[in-house]
Structures are given as C-alpha cells and as structure tokens.
C-alpha cells in the first residue's frame, strides 16, 4: 500500500533554516509529480512547491520563491523542501502530496513552527 | 496567484442536498478541467474526493459529485450523512503550472 512520511519539522526561530524530508513507497516514486501542501494553524491548505517526476521542472508559490528549494532523489524514494530566511508566517503543517493537478496520496504532515 | 473563492460555510440536513462553489478566473477554473476536491476533517490529512471536475476515486460514495461551468465549478452532496460534516477545499490547475486552492468551506449537517 501506499505510504507518504514526512519528517524534518520543529520549532526554528526566524531567519533560520530547516529542511523537510518525505519518505515515498508503494508505488514508483520517479513515476510521479510531488507537491509540499502546507496549512497554518486554523487556516485553510496552501500549495508551496512541486517538482516534476524527473526533477526538471521545479514550480513555487509566489511567497516562498528565492527562500525555498524543492528537490527529490528518485534512487531514495525521497522528497525534499529546504526552507531558508523562515519567517512566522511560515508556521504550518507541511503535508507531501502526490500528484500534479490530482493529489490523490497525502502524509499525516510535519509541523513547523518559526518563533523566537 | 490568488485563492479560488469558496463559500466559508454551508449546512444541511440528512438526507438534503448541499452544493459548494469555488470559483476561479480564466487562468484556472475556466482553462482547465483540472479541478480537485478534498475532503479534511480536524487533525487529519485532506482526502481526495473529486478530480478531473467530475471523477470519483474509488472509495468514495456516489453521493459526491462535480461540476464545472465557465470559471465556476461545484460539487454536491446528495443524501447528506453526518459523516459528510468536514471542511472542503477546492483546487484547480493553473496556466502557471502550479496548483490553487480554495479557502475552504466547513460542512455542518444539521
């Protein structure tokens, strides 16, 4: 069965940096689009990143462009968001999502907290 | 890129029917049969319920169904059931190649 496991997330203090892992398996990984969904706390979900399955395409929402950088490594069924210059309003559940119009497998999510 | 508009709050009774908009602008919506619905209730990860505008994933009861006209798109809720109650988020593809959500709409069935 399919299985999304993120990871990686914490209390950081602004200005600093944290990098989000996701662990993939049940199905091929190179195959497929993935996506970092995030949802602040009481908020509704916001779209952050997507990478096309052979990482040649890497798209971002307005907001986290030049601070976060997605990436995968298809030999490690591995996705990743490097999240630079964090700010409060960054402050979210990071969920990975598979897919690139349809996501159709989601994680439980990793909490990030940006505060000092 | 700004979210698609959805209703903050819709209700209903068992057994009525309930619909929820989302509309979006000819970059999204309106370009693209490329609109999701998720499904989230408190605590837990959305759940893919709709796609394509009309889809249905397997698993998911034939009382949920989509629609789309112009820069709208809409889904329904025949037969509400308590377990229907939940938040609701539409998306849609973009012409940026990116991925828009709804605000949100949170279901209570009376």
């Known amino acids: 069965q399919v299985q999304v496991v993120e990871s990686g997330g914490g209390v950081v203090q602004p200005g600093r940096s944290l990098r989000l892992s996701c662990a993939v398996s049940g199905f091929t990984f190179s195959s497929y689009d993935m996506n970092w969904v995030r949802q602040a706390p009481g908020k509704g979900l916001e779209w952050v990143a997507a990478?096309?399955?052979?990482?040649?395409?890497?798209y971002y929402e307005d907001s986290v462009k030049g601070r976060f950088t997605i990436s995968r490594d298809n030999s490690k069924n591995a996705l990743f968001l490097q999240m630079n210059s964090l700010e409060a309003e960054d402050t979210a559940v990071y969920y990975c999502?598979?897919?690139?119009?349809?996501?159709?497998?989601w994680g439980q999510g990793t909490l990030v907290t940006v505060s000092s | 890129q700004s979210a698609l508009t959805q209703p903050p709050s819709v209700s209903g009774s068992p057994g009525q029917p309930v619909t929820i908009s989302c509309t979006g602008t000819s970059s999204d919506v309106g370009s693209y049969n490329r609109v999701s619905w998720y499904q989230q209730t408190p605590g837990t990860a959305p759940k893919l319920v709709i796609y394509e505008v009309s889809n249905r994933p397997s698993g998911v009861p034939d009382r949920f169904s989509g629609s789309k006209s112009g820069n709208t798109a809409s889904l329904t809720i025949s037969g509400l059931q308590a377990e229907d109650e939940a938040n609701y988020y539409c998306?849609?593809?973009?012409?940026?190649?990116?991925?828009?959500f709804g605000g949100g709409t949170k279901l209570t069935v009376l």
């Open positions: 990478i096309w399955y052979d990482g040649s395409n890497k």
């Open positions: 999502a598979r897919g690139r119009w349809l996501l159709d497998y």
């Open positions: 998306s849609s593809y973009t012409s940026s190649s990116t991925v828009v």
